[in-house]
Each structure stands twice: as structure tokens, then as C-alpha cells.
């Protein structure tokens, strides 16, 4: 049974209605059909988060601002153990809303339970230095919260990118305006709710809406002091542009186009379900997908071949089946990846294998049936953009230097993955990848809270995850002090 989640947005720890009165309907991805509605949020209630956010930070004299670095820790283990005991419901939500199977979801609440214990154990860790100088000074660096974050989180990891962006953000000290994706919020909701039992006035607020109203008002708002932004290249340009205008700091975590590296020497038996999952899971709509595979020539058949087979078994229906993957977020998205698949073979390319979509479920939801292609050339879109759904691209290479050719030939560098025996040639690849994660005989090393995660090129700047996030959400500031 699915929570009652109000068509409100939570502002000082009180649901507000929305100041222009609109809603907007949600719609369950699974079969089209709208089954809730949310808060259709404007500048105005943005302005209002924005207060409501700078009271309870205050330069640090507010409600938030004021509490010490331990007590915020504890706070914020509570608000961790909280979202752990509700995981399930939280998860029923998170399937029902974007789509994505029960496996996946509860994986997703378990993530975002895991990025506040964390984030909780490192608030009072954030140490500041003393610095060698001229005799007759005292000279050190401490680390402040900015005050008031913005965050704008997409709909693919709506619980994920949560913990990991305004969790870290609080466990700094700063107080936090959040504008989740208009296709997927229901989760963080039920979250606020919970979290207005641990956190003072302001410390948290949640305003929905669409991204062009809501989204833009945060973006360019004068109260706030830094921006989290992820999803596309296009619209975290736009985030960028207007922080830009009052001069604050912005992460941006933007996507890719991933590759995964094969080479001869690799444990292919070990390689394959990671090859695979990498491309379908959440149905392909996310960042660090692994949307290349590029296999050295001479294993390139044999392993094209397994790969197919696998693809062929793939199932794809409603979350609540849990298959190996559920339809796309809404149709626009469906729409979207079916036109890449399209180009693809109308250019001729060929389709190795294609999963299937259960039965009932192709007429009714966003669903795309997970596909192969083989021999696909490095300067074909579906090599180089983005498609973000389950269509995965393989390519063939005849050595290391023709290997990192392809694997750095796109206008991306998020993650890479890279499959070989060989020591000195892992460490040598690693190196000369153009990403900011490089995975060696695995792909995400299983979620990894603890590791930082960011992009170079067009997948972004700044990192999230691990202790160099809780650095991203504050400012240095250096103190000397003569001693007369």
C-alpha cells in the first residue's frame, strides 16, 4: 500500500501549498496512467525556500547553523536509520514512480540510508590545517558551509543522488533547498516527512515543479551560495550560465558514454554479467552506464556471441515483476531511445540480439526491449551521444593504442572500465583514460558511497561522493594572526 504524498511543498518544516495553486499529475511509467499529483512549483515558493533555508543557517547563528558538528552528525544518523526502517515503502514508491524494478529500488533506499550514516560519521571530521609562515605569525585554514545550496536532482536516482548530494551538503553545515525531477519526487517527500523529525526549521526544504519554472528560479536565485545539479549536458549548461550571473560555485555531474575495455587475458566468465548489467540497469537511464563495449579483435566473436545470448534472455516489464528491467520514464524518453535504435538500422547497422518486453506490458507503458549492436563505427551517434536507455554498442579494437582511441573518442569522460590480467597494462590504461573513475576488473565496485565520483569534458566538473564532497560544500577561508 502506497503512502498518501501531499501536493505541497515542505518549506521551514511545514507543507505550503503551492503560491500559484497548479499541480502537476505523476504518472506511473509502468502503464501511463496518473495515480498521484504534486506541487507545481514557481519563483515564489522558491523565494520562499530560499528564506526559509537562510534563517536556519543565518551565517551560522540560525536554528541549523548554530547546532555543533557532532550533534549534526547524530541528527543526521538518526534521519540515516530512519529512511533505513521505512526502506521498503520507500522503494514501493520509487518503483512505482519511475518505473525501475523492487530489486533496484530497494537498493536505491539502502544507498540513500547509507549516504547519510556516512555523511553523519564525517561532520566533525572536517579539519582545517596550520600553515608554516614568517616568524610572528600564527597562520590556519578552516573550512565554512557556504550557507544555503541549491540542489536539483534528476528523476533516474531521485533517492541516490538525494543522499549523496544534500546529505553531504548538510553534514557541512549548510541549510538546503532541494527541486527534485517533476517525473520522479514521490520518495524524497515521503523523506521530508521523515526528516522533519530530526531537522530544525529550515535546515531542509523541498519545493517540486518543472525544471524550466522551478528548476530556473533556483538556478538563478541571489540566496543561494552553490548549486548541485544532475542530468544533461544542455540544461547544466543553462544551471551554469545563470549561477554564473551572482558569481557561485556549481557541481555538475552531466553523464556519459562509457566504455568498458576487453581485452584477451580477461576472466570473460566474470566480465560478462558485469558487461551486461552495466547497460540495463534502470533500464539503461543512467549516467555511468556502460554503453560501449570495446573487445580486442581476436576475442571479438567469441564474446559478441555470449553477449548475444544474454541479451536474447533479457525481460524487460513493470517494476513490481522485477525483471531484469522496467519501461523508461515517461514517453518523451521511450520516444527518444526507440529514434536512436531506429537511426541505427536504418544506417545499416546491424542488431546482434534484442531482449523482449512481457506480455501486455508493450501497449500500455515506456517500455524499449534491450539491444545489441555489433561492429558499430566510432563516429556514429550511437557510439558518441548519449541515448540513456538499454541499447548497448559493441566495437572491436586491435591494440591498446587503438583501444584508447575509441574509449577517448567521445566528448564525455565519466567512468571507464577496463578487463585484462595484465598489471603493468591496468595501470598504464588507467592513466591515459580520460574519466574520473576507472573501474579494473569490475564495473562500480558495487555503489561505492566512499568513492569520489565526477566527470571531466562534457560529463562535468566537481565531485560528489566520499569525503571530497563534504570539501565540494564548503569554503576555505585562511586566518593569520601576528603576533604583534
Known amino acids: 500500500m502506497l503512502p498518501t504524498i501531499q501536493a505541497a511543498h515542505l518549506i521551514a518544516n511545514r507543507w505550503v501549498a503551492p503560491a500559484g495553486g497548479a499541480t502537476l499529475p505523476v504518472l506511473d511509467p509502468a502503464d501511463g496512467e496518473i495515480f498521484a499529483y504534486i506541487a507545481r512549483g514557481n519563483a515564489a515558493d522558491i523565494d520562499a525556500a530560499v528564506i526559509a533555508a537562510r534563517a536556519a543557517y543565518d551565517g551560522g547563528d540560525g536554528p541549523w547553523g548554530r547546532v555543533p558538528a557532532a550533534e549534526r552528525g547524530r541528527l543526521l544518523a538518526r534521519l540515516g536509520q530512519e529512511i533505513a526502517a521505512n526502506a521498503e515503502e520507500l522503494a514501493l514508491l520509487e ?272 517500455y524499449i526491449a534491450p539491444t545489441l549492436f555489433t561492429d558499430v563505427p566510432a563516429n556514429h551517434a550511437l557510439a558518441r551521444e548519449e541515448v540513456f536507455g538499454p541499447v548497448l554498442v559493441a566495437m572491436p579494437f586491435a591494440d591498446e593504442a587503438e583501444a584508447l582511441r575509441l574509449a577517448n573518442g567521445t566528448d564525455y569522460g565519466l567512468i571507464a572500465g577496463l578487463w585484462t590480467r595484465d598489471g603493468a597494462r591496468q595501470l598504464r590504461m588507467a592513466r591515459k583514460l580520460h574519466a574520473g573513475q576507472v573501474f579494473i576488473n569490475n564495473y562500480g565496485a558495487g555503489g561505492g558511497v566512499e568513492l569520489p565520483f565526477g566527470g571531466m569534458k562534457h560529463s562535468g566538473y566537481g565531485r560528489e561522493k566520499g569525503f571530497e564532497a563534504l570539501l565540494g560544500f564548503t569554503a576555505l577561508k585562511t586566518i593569520a594572526i601576528s603576533h604583534g
Not at 536565485?221 to 554564473?244: N, R
Request: proline residues 5%; contains cysteine.
Open 95 to 366: 518503483c512505482r514512480d519511475t518505473g525501475k524494478p523492487m530489486k533496484q529500488a530497494r537498493a536505491d533506499a539502502a544507498a540513500c540510508a547509507r549516504y547519510f550514516e556516512y555523511y553523519a560519521g564525517a561532520c566533525d571530521k572536517l579539519h582545517g590545517e596550520t600553515l608554516p609562515y614568517q616568524r610572528g605569525y600564527t597562520v590556519l585554514t578552516v573550512r565554512e558551509p557556504h550557507g544555503v545550496t541549491g540542489h536539483i536532482i534528476p528523476w533516474n536516482y531521485p533517492m541516490q543522488i538525494f543522499g549523496r548530494s544534500a546529505g553531504a551538503a548538510l553534514a557541512a553545515g549548510n541549510a538546503c533547498v532541494v527541486k527534485p525531477a517533476e517525473d520522479a519526487c514521490l520518495s524524497l517527500l515521503r523523506i521530508a516527512e521523515l526528516a522533519v523529525k530530526y531537522l530544525p526549521e529550515g535546515a531542509l526544504n523541498i519545493v517540486t515543479g518543472l525544471g524550466s519554472e522551478a528548476g530556473a528560479a533556483l538556478s538563478a536565485h541571489t540566496g543561494i551560495d552553490h548549486i548541485s545539479f544532475t542530468g544533461s549536458p544542455v540544461t547544466g549548461s543553462l544551471v551554469a550560465q545563470a549561477a554564473a550571473v551572482n558569481h557561485r560555485p556549481v557541481t555538475l555531474e552531466l553523464g556519459g558514454k562509457s566504455p568498458q575495455i576487453v581485452f584477451a587475458d580477461a576472466d570473460l566468465d566474470a566480465a560478462l554479467p558485469v558487461l551486461i548489467n552495466a547497460i540495463i540497469q534502470n533500464g539503461g537511464q543512467t549516467c555511468s552506464a556502460g554503453s560501449r563495449v570495446l573487445i580486442e579483435q581476436s576475442i571479438y566473436a567469441p564474446l559478441m556471441a555470449r553477449l548475444a545470448e544474454a541479451f536474447g534472455r533479457l525481460r524487460a516489464g513493470p517494476g513490481s515483476a522485477d525483471l531484469d528491467l522496467g519501461p523508461l520514464i515517461n514517453a518523451r524518453q521511450r520516444d527518444r531511445v526507440a529514434g536512436y535504435i531506429a537511426q541505427g538500422e536504418r544506417d545499416g547497422l546491424r542488431v546482434a540480439a534484442r531482449g523482449t518486453v512481457s506480455e501486455g506490458a508493450a501497449s500500455s507503458g515506456y
